[in-house]
């Protein structure tokens, strides 16, 4: 089975739909099976003192003016929708509230998505399995008690998910990896696992694939210097270009794990019973 690759577009459109219809252009050039944003309520996510506290940014002086600068509203999300299906490509955002999960049900998004930070977020996490779509479940900041809820609040509602091993870091440390862990989670609870990455460079996220990741998921971005505090985790589209071509190649080097003789061996079978 292929892996289900998808460009992490999240915030890095930095409010801006020129761009975030960039983007999408590059995950599609690259070959992605879909493109992911995220979606807050921000009176419902932030306090009150958090938003009035000072914050340098192109929209303002303070942390609301920020995190409403980042928000796409309806008109927006309305021409992503109309954008992606006309381009043929598969959306889904991770919504940080019970408000903008109802938001995004509008469209109808065939995936879910639940963000580490949002794992033990009881009312977010029944909001999204009642919904019975297919669900990526990241992982980062938690402990196996806090996995085990969540994916007991999914089988209750009988809601498919995909467990995604991550690492919580922007940028991650390759050394802080440990894709043995995709494994040991597949095993620990039965599901596919696959890999959210926030790691410098495609080299991790191809070996998570050699490691029997099923998806997996990287921020992009047009220029890691622009504004934003994804950025600097996120990759460019020649180098997302390059790990959807890796990770094909490493689909056919993984091959079946049959053990047969392929026709070239075949051959050299055959020819060698004439040296002996």
Same mark, same amino acid.
């Given at each position: 089975?292929?892996t289900?690759?998808?460009?992490e $577009?999240g $915030?890095?459109?930095?409010?801006?739909?020129?761009?975030?219809?960039?983007l999408?252009?590059?995950?599609?050039?690259a070959?992605? *099976?879909a493109v992911?944003?995220?979606?807050?309520?921000?009176e419902?996510v932030?306090?009150?003192?958090?938003?009035d506290?000072?914050?340098?940014s192109p929209?303002?002086?303070t942390?609301?003016?920020q995190?409403e600068?980042l928000?796409f509203?309806?008109e927006?999300?309305?021409?992503?929708?109309?954008?992606?299906?006309?381009?043929?490509i598969l959306w889904?955002?991770?919504?940080?509230?019970v408000?903008?999960q109802?938001?995004?049900?509008q469209?109808?998004?065939?995936?879910?998505?639940?963000?580490?930070?949002?794992l033990t977020?009881?009312?977010l996490?029944?909001?999204?399995?009642?919904e019975?779509k297919y669900t990526?479940?990241?992982t980062?900041m938690?402990?196996?008690?806090?996995?085990?809820?969540a994916v007991?609040i999914?089988?209750t509602?009988h809601?498919?998910?995909?467990?995604?091993?991550?690492?919580?870091?922007?940028?991650?440390?390759?050394a802080?990896? *440990?894709?043995?862990?995709?494994?040991?989670?597949?095993?620990?609870y039965?599901c596919?696992?696959?890999?959210?990455g926030h790691e410098?460079?495609?080299?991790?996220?191809v070996?998570?694939?050699a490691?029997?990741?099923s998806? $997996?998921?990287?921020h992009i971005?047009?220029?890691?210097?622009m504004?934003?505090?994804?950025q600097?985790?996120s990759?460019e589209?020649y180098e997302l270009?390059?790990?959807?071509r890796?990770i094909?190649?490493?689909e056919? $080097?993984m091959?079946t794990?049959?053990?047969i003789?392929?026709?070239?061996?075949e051959?050299v079978?055959?020819?060698?019973g004439?040296?002996k």
């Amino acid at each position: 089975m292929k892996t289900f690759i998808t460009a992490e $577009i999240g $915030i890095n459109h930095n409010g801006d739909l020129g761009l975030a219809k960039r983007l999408i252009d590059a995950a599609l050039v690259a070959g992605c *099976n879909a493109v992911k944003f995220q979606k807050r309520t921000v009176e419902k996510v932030y306090t009150k003192e958090y938003l009035d506290g000072p914050r340098e940014s192109p929209w303002g002086h303070t942390q609301r003016a920020q995190k409403e600068g980042l928000e796409f509203g309806k008109e927006a999300y309305d021409a992503i929708d109309a954008y992606c299906r006309g381009k043929g490509i598969l959306w889904y955002a991770s919504a940080w509230d019970v408000e903008a999960q109802k938001f995004l049900r509008q469209y109808d998004c065939k995936y879910n998505k639940v963000a580490s930070a949002m794992l033990t977020k009881d009312e977010l996490l029944e909001e999204v399995a009642k919904e019975g779509k297919y669900t990526f479940l990241a992982t980062g900041m938690s402990t196996y008690e806090e996995i085990d809820h969540a994916v007991e609040i999914f089988r209750t509602h009988h809601c498919p998910f995909e467990l995604m091993h991550c690492n919580s870091t922007y940028p991650m440390p390759e050394a802080d990896a *440990n894709l043995n862990l995709i494994a040991a989670l597949a095993d620990k609870y039965g599901c596919r696992t696959g890999y959210s990455g926030h790691e410098a460079g495609t080299l991790v996220s191809v070996c998570a694939v050699a490691a029997g990741a099923s998806s $997996i998921e990287r921020h992009i971005t047009l220029d890691r210097n622009m504004y934003g505090s994804d950025q600097k985790a996120s990759i460019e589209p020649y180098e997302l270009c390059r790990l959807v071509r890796d990770i094909r190649s490493v689909e056919k $080097i993984m091959g079946t794990g049959e053990k047969i003789l392929t026709p070239s061996e075949e051959e050299v079978k055959k020819n060698s019973g004439d040296n002996k």
